[in-house]
């Protein structure tokens, strides 16, 4: 089944405590993505990448950093995390017609 | 002013009725028009794309674009409880990061 998986689904952690949200496709996508979405805003580009070791910004880059070492994977990474990171995060891949979307992952932040 | 504007709701329908979500938006330059439909804890899935204007059906669901007015619409016919959802439009130029509205609230009532 072609499918994004990630993980964690649910995940609560402290000011400054460094995590990673793992995103991982099966379906040979060049085009990767992350998002977060929040009440009112929609969803918004965090970070993105066209192939393996090229990524580039998004809209809301600030405070995330991502890497491409193999075209199936793409993690988020939080190096210190902060309260107003406190979202439902979303990875993507693109297909000629649109984007297959994790299941996502809510991301709390005390 | 936001790229894509989408009301967003709740859009409360009795089972049967027929469903309209809209949205507008100020890129002259979109082509590519999608609508996700996202259920509660869920990742948005894609439901309909079309490119440049006109109407595509599919089912219950029919999209429509009017370019010359910058009006995007999903139309649900004979909707079921099922369809409450969270629908989100999206669109971009080609290969750039899709575009999102905010999304509306869907409830179909029995």
């Known amino acids: 089944e072609a499918q994004v998986t990630q993980n964690p689904r649910y995940l609560i952690t402290v000011t400054g405590k ?3 949200v793992t995103c991982s496709q099966n379906m040979n996508h060049e085009y990767m993505s992350w998002y977060r979405q ?7 580009q965090i970070y993105y990448s ?13 405070g995330y950093k991502v890497s491409r070492k193999e075209k199936r994977n793409f993690p988020l990474i939080l190096e210190s995390p902060s309260p107003n990171q406190t979202s439902l995060y979303f990875c993507a891949s693109r297909h000629n ?10 991301l709390t932040v005390v | ?21 809209n949205c507008t938006y100020s890129n002259s330059a979109f082509q590519y028009f999608m609508w996700y439909r996202q259920y509660s804890r869920k990742g948005p899935e894609l439901l309909m794309y079309t490119y440049s204007s006109g109407n595509k059906e599919d089912g219950r669901f029919t999209a429509q674009v009017d370019k010359s007015s910058k009006y995007i619409s999903l139309f649900i016919r004979d909707s079921q409880p099922s369809d409450s959802a969270t629908y989100l439009c999206a669109m971009n130029t080609g290969f750039q990061k899709l575009v999102f509205g905010t999304g509306t609230r869907l409830l179909v009532s029995p």
């Open chain 1, 18 to 20: 460094k995590l990673t």
């Open chain 1, 38 to 44: 929040d009440p009112g805003l929609g969803l918004r």
């Open chain 1, 50 to 62: 066209m192939n393996v070791e090229v990524t580039d910004k998004g809209d809301v880059p600030e």
């Open chain 1, 97 to 106: 017609y649109g984007y297959t979307f994790g299941s996502g992952t809510r």
């Open chain 2, 1 to 21: 002013q936001k790229e894509v504007e989408q009301d967003p709701g709740p859009l409360s329908v009795p089972e049967g009725a027929i469903v309209s979500l």
